[in-house]
């Protein structure tokens, strides 16, 4: 495996019963459905002209369209916080 083509990402997120549920129904959270090109992005899928290389979160969010378009057009654009292996 060439660790050039990986992402590694660690943390720790716990809920107690019920409480994610609740956060996406107040609109804390957003859920997609998305193509393996997202998922695979930093494993060196080839982009499009369209996508954005530096911030996955406003791409998926553009291409849900409507109002997660528009939250990705005011909220979008600091960049993936993402650090390359050496």
């Known amino acids: 495996m060439d660790p050039h083509k990986a992402l590694f990402v660690k943390g720790h997120a716990s809920w107690v019963p019920g409480q994610l ?3 996406i129904q107040k609109g ?4 997609a459905a998305v193509s393996s090109d997202f998922i695979l992005r930093y494993a060196g899928v080839e ?7 530096n911030d996955l979160w406003t791409d998926i969010l ?3 369209g409507g109002k997660y ?4 057009c005011r909220h979008g654009g600091t ?3 993402r650090k390359v292996m050496p």
């Open 21 to 23: 549920q609740r956060e």
């Open 28 to 31: 804390v959270w957003y859920t």
């Open 47 to 53: 982009l499009t002209p369209e996508d954005n290389a």
């Open 62 to 64: 553009s291409c849900m």
């Open 69 to 72: 378009e528009k939250i990705a």
């Open 79 to 81: 960049g993936d916080s």
